[in-house]
């Protein structure tokens, strides 16, 4: 398909995903919905994220959070409700300022919200004039680097006192200290790029429980891993032994006999299975501690990365590709300078340097993934030129990693305790 789509993850206070929302660029025409939509339907056009959404579902993107979906408001003039394939629980519709307080606007959003659809706003800033869309609303976005402070306060003030349905989100936060102090308002929702900068703290030790997880890590990586290794480190760790065995007991594995220890389960599973199951629930147990959206992070980079390599040039170099995408956010798993944590993981030379100085050949792939999930569209159209790429395959390589992120977390049972 030619058009490149994210999912942006809008937090609560409790740093717990609410809800997705979708910017995407179709072909070469910038459009950076969600947060500045510029684009325009005919009514009888299906709105493109819906497209995507269709085809691949809202699984594949949020797992089972509902997903805000940009449409504009000349798309309300349309049938939204047949061109949307998902369920109405899971769908979001976001309107700018071009969806209009008047009919047949209102008497459409009404139908839709019959038939059990929400509804999102951005842009909208003159909330009297527009107090008839509003009130049947469900979200607003308030963009806190656009917005003047005073003018950002007043907002919140009016938006508490005569628009109680909408809950309001507070877009581009960048720190850890602009999102606390976003907690201390009457804010429901925030994004940014703030759950992905590591708060060091001065820290620079690592519990034991995460060394050994990150051993064993290390211990797969080996081609031919001894299996009592693993064995060693899994039995010493309760959450990791439970997971193992839910697994290997699960019907998803069809095995006619039940496994009763350790040793059985990874010497039944084989190098192949432990591999993946390793990868997965340890790099999900290293980041209990942290936002869920950290591992999900985390595992897409990696199978991102790993898409890219041929379209790269790097083709027989896509494992450790993987490798860069998956530790790319050690440093805010761990809590300390990535300098520091790359010391407990046996990288090479080049994956130490995209992931330290940002230098090498990975570099640039890492940066082309970090500039795709914050929808730099500039950056990513530029990237396109220079290296040759088509939308197309940037779109099919992203959609595999989404959807093989969702396959392996419903393949591979969490660990006790987890969500």
Not at 48 to 76: K, S, Y
Request: aromatic share 10%; proline share 4%; charged share 25%.
């Amino acid at each position: 398909m030619d058009m490149l789509i994210v999912p942006i993850p809008l937090f609560n206070k409790d740093m717990a995903v609410e809800v997705y929302y979708f910017r995407y660029q179709k072909g070469n025409d910038y459009i950076t919905t969600a947060l500045q939509s510029t684009a325009v339907f005919d009514g009888a056009t299906m709105p493109p994220p819906l497209e995507t959404l269709n085809t691949v579902g809202v699984e594949a993107f949020t797992i089972d959070q509902p997903v805000i979906v940009p449409v504009g408001g000349i798309a309300l003039l349309g049938d939204l409700d047949s061109q949307c394939d998902v369920s109405p629980d899971k769908v979001i519709f976001l309107l700018n300022a071009d969806a209009k307080p008047e009919e047949p606007y209102i008497s459409n959003m009404q139908l839709l919200r019959e038939k059990g659809y929400r509804f999102a706003f951005h842009n909208v800033y003159q909330l009297v004039q527009y107090k008839p869309l509003l009130d049947l609303g469900d979200y607003i976005f308030l963009n806190t680097a656009k917005l003047e402070p005073d003018a950002f306060e007043e907002l919140l003030r009016v938006l508490n006192r005569d628009h109680r349905n909408l809950k309001i989100v507070a877009t581009h936060i960048a720190s850890q200290e602009d999102f606390d102090r976003c907690k201390r308002k009457q804010i429901h929702l925030f994004e940014g790029n703030f759950y992905r900068v590591p708060v060091t703290k001065g820290r620079s030790d690592v519990s034991p429980l995460k060394t050994n997880l990150i051993r064993l890590l290390n211990i797969v990586r080996d081609e031919n891993f001894e299996f009592d290794m693993v064995s060693d480190i899994v039995q010493k760790d309760t959450a990791l032994s439970v997971s193992l065995m839910r697994m290997v007991n699960s019907p998803f594995l069809g095995l006619s006999q039940k496994i009763n220890t350790i040793n059985h389960a990874i010497t039944i599973l084989g190098q192949n299975e432990v591999r993946k199951w390793v990868t997965t629930s340890v790099s999900r147990s290293l980041g209990s501690d942290r936002p869920n959206e950290i591992s999900r992070l985390s595992l897409v980079r990696a199978k991102f990365a790993e898409n890219l390599a041929p379209l790269f040039k790097l083709q027989r170099e896509s494992q450790s590709l993987f490798l860069t995408g998956l530790f790319s956010v050690l440093d805010v798993i761990l809590e300390m300078d990535m300098a520091d944590a790359l010391k407990l993981v046996l990288v090479s030379d080049d994956i130490h340097a995209a992931l330290v100085e940002r230098t090498g050949k990975y570099a640039t792939v890492l940066s082309f993934i970090e500039n795709y999930e914050t929808a730099d569209w500039g950056a990513i159209s530029r990237e396109l030129i220079i290296h040759d790429l088509s939308t197309e395959d940037i779109y099919d390589a992203y959609i595999e990693a989404v959807s093989w992120y969702t396959d392996l977390i419903g393949d591979v049972p969490a660990a006790e305790g987890e969500a």
